[in-house]
């Protein structure tokens, strides 16, 4: 699996974005390819903005029983793995705003580095390794960019 925080990685994660264009379509799923850069962004946003309510401790506990290990685990996604409802993007969105934010995202995560997530809490699984803000970044993109073809 590729690196978020190593520079080496975070490079090949922005040149598979740069290969997007508005017009690169899905090779399975509904999202358009600017919906998917959204829906991808989410997952900074809920990280380095104040935009998304915390679950309450009932919610949360069942992310942590039902969802943590296939969000932070090795395996990569199943094609077609449903999603939370805060990741669902139905509305148009702009390909080159939601492209620039996702790359200045994978660029901030590399920057501030692997010790800035060591123990970090996560939004819906609380306190998190490196390796599994990680796996859950890196996994992430990579499934988006192969269901678009990059």
């Known amino acids: 699996m590729q690196n978020v925080f190593q520079k080496e990685d975070c490079d090949l994660f922005v040149k598979r974005i740069n290969l997007l264009t508005p017009d690169s379509s899905a090779l399975w799923g509904k999202m358009s390819v600017a919906q998917m850069l959204a829906?991808?962004?989410v997952t900074y946003e809920m990280?380095?903005?104040n935009i998304?309510?915390?679950p309450n401790g009932f919610m949360k506990l069942?992310?942590?029983l039902?969802?943590?290990k296939t969000?932070?685990?090795d395996k990569p996604y199943p094609r077609n793995i449903r999603t939370a409802p805060q990741f669902i993007i139905v509305d148009k969105r702009d390909f080159d705003l939601e492209?620039?934010?996702l790359i200045g995202y994978v660029t901030?995560?590399?920057e501030l580095g692997e010790s800035e997530f060591e123990g970090k809490e996560s939004l819906s699984f609380g306190k998190l390794t490196a390796k599994e803000w990680n796996n859950m970044f890196a996994k992430h993109l990579d499934h988006h960019f192969s269901q678009f073809g990059v």
Do not use: P
């Open 39 to 41: 829906h991808c962004n």
């Open 47 to 49: 990280v380095y903005e």
């Open 52 to 54: 998304h309510s915390k």
């Open 62 to 64: 069942i992310l942590k």
């Open 66 to 68: 039902l969802a943590k």
């Open 71 to 73: 969000v932070v685990g």
């Open 99 to 101: 492209k620039n934010r």
């Open 108 to 110: 901030k995560t590399q």
